[in-house]
């Protein structure tokens, strides 16, 4: 829901706000100020509880997740969501131990996820259970038939490369 609101085309879709009346802030209220008619607006032109799609960035896409037990990022969870309207993404993180990435790009039916873990910590890696996926080149076992729809493990401190179909 989140990306068509971005993606939308005409009011009330973000872009019709960033390219038709030339915002540089998320507006309170993007009917009622025309900046061509008026010369100034009704509401705030800077409402920062409409700017929660930088923590879906974060948490979503690049699946950067701070866990309740460790907090700080000691251990975090790696989930991302692979939406079929992005080719790629790019997410950077830095903690108090150092910088968590998250990088996916999609190779036709291949996601290609490069993520670091910083020093001193570790990430539990979450992904739906496709066809396959490997972990710095080696195939991660599936749970048996009938159980998790979902693939877990963990991974150290370091850069890994992951590959899911």
Known sequence: MILSVLLAKGYPGLQYMIHELVATTLWEDRANFKPKEMPFPVRSLSHPFHCG????????????????????????????VFVKQLNWVKVDYECDYGMIRSHW?????????????????SATVQ????????LNGRVVPRAKA??????TFTIKAEAHFIETR
């Open 53 to 80: 799609f930088d923590a879906w960035f974060y948490m979503g896409l690049g699946g950067i997740q701070p866990t309740v037990e460790y907090p700080g990022f000691k251990r975090f969870n790696l989930r991302p």
């Open 105 to 121: 790009k999609r190779s036709g039916e291949t996601i290609e996820w490069r993520v670091t873990v910083p020093p001193n910590t």
């Open 127 to 134: 992904l739906p259970a496709l066809n396959s996926v490997r």
């Open 146 to 151: 009938g159980a998790s729809k979902v693939v």
